[in-house]
């Protein structure tokens, strides 16, 4: 790049602002990789390298050498230079409006990447924790990463208005597009370092040999498309940054009610004791108690002995662990340690890429033994909690009433983890955070 690094050696800011522009050439190509979860790494690096990259490149250098031309042609007349849809123009009159019909057909099918990427990442963010749950259906028999999300797709509708309406056209939204795909770049590099390093075992001087000068060049684009702030790129810092606050507000309240809840519970193993010395009446059945810690007797289980003064003849305190990987196989996914004749603690373990169905992947772990999961006679019993918000205590008292918004608009657990509604069994109390 001789000639590129000689315009921006000539000339300062205005050669960042004209990188600035020039970068918008990448912004669409990286919706190819949206779908990498659905299709794989392969399919991705083949359209790539084989479809995508000739037809940008033949593309870019064609609109290059046309704009050239006009300009001399310009220059030769003594007339103006006006900058116009090369695109378009170079195409033949005959085949303009067919150019027009194809180049929408290729907007949908992008808009699409970019919504079924949405999801995807949407489901990875509630499987570790990030996001509350949301209403996930599956679209595919075949193919597990085809999902919808109502709720997010009514969300980027609702965007997609707001900003074509503000916008109004997309040369407008440049600057937007600009900052979007660099920032992106620049977080995904920064991530890129932990995976050298931490997964890969990469040495520390050739992760940072690599990684530094990647960085320097995001960087670099980064700060060009940074400068055009004011002419629209505040609109990706601003939904970022509220998508941000979402994420912490959520990981921060998690946590706070889940000390409030330790701080009044007591280990399993120490109730298991206990009701071993003073049984209370037993019932025929089996109950799933679902909890988020594995050491404490879950919530739901206190209150039913608390309020109903009874225990099934076979209770199974079951936890959902979300791993590191994409998926796990069925046969490693439940994991169960017997307390005593009367408990049993188990956690079933999902990739991030997968949606929890407690009722078959239990089914399938128990299809054999004492343990055999009968539907018709079992009873899922879960927490849930009434939350007040405190200005004295806990989060900030904004955050507190935003956690609580999300909290009560979450998705029922019943239909998150797949639970027949009329085995559900919910149990609470009122919470200060």
């Not at 595919?140 to 999300?149: E, F, H, K, V, W």
């Not at 239990?362 to 009434?386: C, H, V, W």
Request: glycine fraction near 8%; hydrophobic fraction near 50%.
């Amino acid at each position: 790049p001789h000639n590129g690094v000689l315009f921006m050696a000539n000339h300062g800011t205005t050669g960042l602002f004209v990188i600035g522009a020039v970068f918008l050439t990448v912004t669409g190509a990286e919706a190819l990789t949206a779908d990498m979860g659905h299709f794989g790494v392969q399919p991705i690096r083949t359209g790539w390298l084989f479809i995508v990259f000739p037809a940008l490149a033949l593309n870019y250098l064609g609109q290059g050498a046309f704009a050239l031309n006009a300009l001399e042609e310009a220059a030769r007349r003594g007339t103006e230079f006006t900058n116009q849809d090369w695109f378009f123009l170079m195409a033949p009159g005959a085949a303009r409006i067919p150019l027009v019909l194809l180049a929408t057909c290729a907007t949908v099918i992008a808009s699409q990447a970019v919504i079924t990427g949405a999801y995807s990442l949407t489901r990875q963010a509630i499987q570790l924790g990030l996001l509350p749950r949301l209403k996930i259906s599956q679209t595919s028999a075949t193919d597990a990463g085809q999902i919808y999300l109502p709720a997010i797709n009514n969300f980027l509708l609702a965007g997609v208005l707001i900003l074509v309406l503000g916008f109004g056209s997309s040369s407008a939204m440049a600057a937007a597009y600009g900052i979007s795909v660099s920032g992106t770049m620049v977080v995904t590099t920064c991530l890129g370092f932990l995976v050298v390093r931490r997964t890969w075992g990469w040495s520390l001087p050739l992760t940072l040999g690599v990684i530094i000068p990647l960085l320097l060049l995001d960087i670099f684009f980064f700060g060009a498309n940074i400068l055009r702030v004011y002419e629209g790129g505040w609109a990706p810092l601003i939904i970022a940054l509220g998508v941000a606050t979402l994420i912490a507000t959520w990981v921060r309240g998690r946590k706070l009610l889940l000390s409030i809840d330790q701080s009044q519970s007591i280990e399993l193993d120490e109730l298991a004791r206990m009701l071993r010395a003073r049984p209370p009446e037993r019932v025929p059945g089996m109950a799933i108690f679902l909890s988020s810690d594995m050491e404490a007797a879950p919530s739901a289980l206190l209150h039913n002995l608390k309020h109903n003064k009874i225990l099934h003849e076979r209770n199974l305190a079951l936890t959902i662990n979300t791993v590191d990987s994409p998926t796990v196989s069925p046969a490693k996914r439940l994991d169960m340690t017997n307390i005593d004749e009367n408990f049993t603690r188990a956690v079933l373990s999902y990739g991030f890429m997968e949606s929890p169905d407690i009722p078959r992947d239990l089914a399938f772990a128990l299809r054999q033994g004492d343990n055999k999961l009968e539907p018709m006679q079992t009873s899922y019993f879960i927490g849930r909690s009434t939350l007040r918000p405190s200005k004295h205590s806990g989060m900030p008292f904004w955050q507190d009433l935003l956690f609580i918004f999300l909290y009560r608009n979450a998705s029922d657990p019943t239909d998150f983890f797949r639970i027949p509604a009329n085995r559900v069994v919910e149990l609470g109390s009122q919470t200060t955070i």
